[in-house]
């Protein structure tokens, strides 16, 4: 029987951290978690498994704690999956975003080259990258021409993953995902912004929803069928980047369109346009050609956009309700499938 593998993750509080928290742990492998010592704990996402994964303290901005946490940790598999992750809030903070989701990538490379070069290790890309895009659908030899300072952040992130790779022979690889999401995607996120206000709306909590832009495209997918890609790009024999998405694109007005309707509303009555909530440069269209993906790993995607907005509608419904009732909200559940 082989030996138990070792998962180190960072940003395991959030939704991809957790679904992956879970896939690993279905599969046998000891996973344990990186997070920030802070004077709260927003473990909501990782409750139900917190007696069955281990944490340690470490900070993407302090090297030596990264170094330190490696070298006690001895992981197989590394997935960075930490970073200030909300495209908003990076024209709000450039530097902050930049430390973190730029330099903090060669922070976890350096620690990993120091303390356990034979590991593999997962840098979340994004679809961000692309940003005013160069064609469509993007693939992996797309130009990146990223739009925010977090696009150029994860630029920064993509690059220097490869620059690793090809400089001191590490198995590093990206993955760029494009939008996912779930039940477990933060609120500041269009999507789970639009299915918590459907779910308020209905119940009577709320009486209009303001958005942005209502003609972006997005290529969204579900975030449990996401992590699977991740991990299966570390079972690879040699290492590659790979882009990961639906290859279907949706504007933010069908996505009303489909939350509401799940609820028997119309969207119009209730959705109000706000420019306060454009962005200063907007990415207009993303799609992703996941066909690399598909032939070398195997991967396809398993939830649907309209099956992904209902399953995101009823958990909040549920949510709320139980809310209403005095009841306890979970967040975590449902938990990832396919």
């Known amino acids: 029987m082989s030996e138990t593998k070792t998962a180190l993750i960072t940003g395991i509080t959030g939704q991809d951290g957790s679904y992956l928290a879970e896939l690993l742990l279905a599969k046998g492998y000891r996973v344990v978690g990186l997070v920030r010592r802070s004077s709260t704990t927003p473990y909501d996402r990782i409750a139900h498994l917190i007696d069955r994964i281990e944490l340690v303290s470490a900070d993407l901005l302090d090297q030596t ?49 120091r303390t356990v070069p034979k590991a593999r290790f997962y840098q979340a890309s994004s679809s961000e990258q692309f940003g005013m895009v ?44 494009f939008n996912h999401e779930s039940p477990r995607r933060g609120l500041e996120f269009v999507t789970r912004k639009v299915t ?37 790009m570390l079972q690879n024999e040699r290492p590659a980047d790979y882009v990961i998405g639906t290859g279907e694109t949706w504007t933010v007005r069908q996505l009303c369109e489909a939350a509401f309707s799940h609820v028997g509303l119309d969207w119009q009555q209730y959705v109000v346009t706000d420019p306060r909530f454009e962005r200063p440069a907007e990415v207009e269209l993303l ?44 967040a975590a559940p449902p938990p990832a499938r396919g």
């Open 65 to 113: 704690s990264l170094v330190d946490a490696m070298a006690d940790v001895t992981p197989d598999e590394i997935y960075n999956l930490a970073a200030q992750s909300f495209v908003a809030t990076s024209w709000n903070q450039p530097v902050l975003t930049g430390e973190f989701t730029g330099l903090g990538v060669t922070r976890m490379l350096e620690a990993m080259k």
């Open 196 to 232: 918590d206000a459907v779910a308020r709306i209905s119940l009577g909590q709320a009486k209009e929803l303001r958005l942005g832009n209502l003609e972006a495209r997005r290529d969204w997918g579900f975030a449990g069928d996401y992590v699977d890609a991740m991990w299966r």
């Open 287 to 330: 799609v992703a050609d996941a066909a690399k993906a598909e032939r070398e790993l195997g991967w396809t995607p398993t939830v649907r956009f309209r099956e992904l907005v209902r399953m995101m509608v009823d958990a909040d419904l549920a949510r709320h309700r139980s809310r209403a009732e005095g009841g306890v909200a979970v």
């Open 134 to 177: 160069q064609e469509t659908p993007q693939r992996e030899s797309t130009p990146f021409y990223p739009r925010s300072p977090y696009g150029v952040a994860k630029v920064y992130g993509h690059w220097i993953t490869v620059n690793y790779r090809e400089s001191f022979g590490l198995y590093a690889v990206s993955g760029i995902l």
